[in-house]
Nanobody
Framework: QVRLVESGGGVVQAGNSLRLSCAAS????????MAWFRQAPGKEREFVAT???????YYADSVKGRFTISRDNAKNTVYLQMNSLKPEDTAVYYC???????????????????WGQGTQVTVSS
C-alpha cells in the first residue's frame, strides 16, 4: 500500500509561482510512476504531468512550458514547480501513483491505484 501526502498549496496572484510536494511511503518509490492531476470547481479531474524513471516527463498542453515535474528518489518525493500561474490553474491538485508494468495510458486517472488527499491552489487575477 502506497500512501501519498501532498503539501505546498496556497493562494497566489497570477504570474507568481508555487511548488507542490508529494511524499510517498509504504512502497518502493523507484518502481512507481508518479503523476499530478487537478480538479477545478465544477469540472472533471484532469491530467497535469507525470514522471517515471526512464521516460521524459510528460505534460498536459495547458501547463507545458510553465510547470515542471521532478522526483527525488532519495526522499521518496515528487514535486510540481508551477510558474507563471494563471487563474485557470485554480484547482485541487492531486498526487497519484502506480507501479510500473504493462501498457497503459498514463494520462488516464483510472490507471492510478494510489491517491493523495489533494492540496488547494488558488490563483487570483
Amino acid at each position: 500500500q502506497v500512501r501519498l501526502v501532498e503539501s505546498g498549496g496556497g493562494v497566489v496572484q497570477a504570474g507568481n509561482s508555487l511548488r507542490l510536494s508529494c511524499a510517498a511511503s509504504g512502497g518502493t518509490f523507484s518502481n512507481i510512476r508518479m503523476a499530478w492531476f487537478r480538479q477545478a470547481p465544477g469540472k472533471e479531474r484532469e491530467f497535469v504531468a507525470t514522471t517515471s524513471r526512464s521516460v521524459t516527463p510528460y505534460y498536459a498542453d495547458s501547463v507545458k512550458g510553465r510547470f515542471t515535474i521532478s522526483r527525488d528518489n532519495a526522499k521518496n518525493t515528487v514535486y510540481l514547480q508551477m510558474n507563471s500561474l494563471k487563474p485557470e490553474d485554480t484547482a485541487v491538485y492531486y498526487c497519484a501513483a502506480r507501479y510500473y508494468g504493462g501498457s497503459y495510458d498514463y494520462t488516464d486517472q483510472d490507471q492510478y491505484a494510489y491517491w493523495g488527499q489533494g492540496t488547494q491552489v488558488t490563483v487570483s487575477s
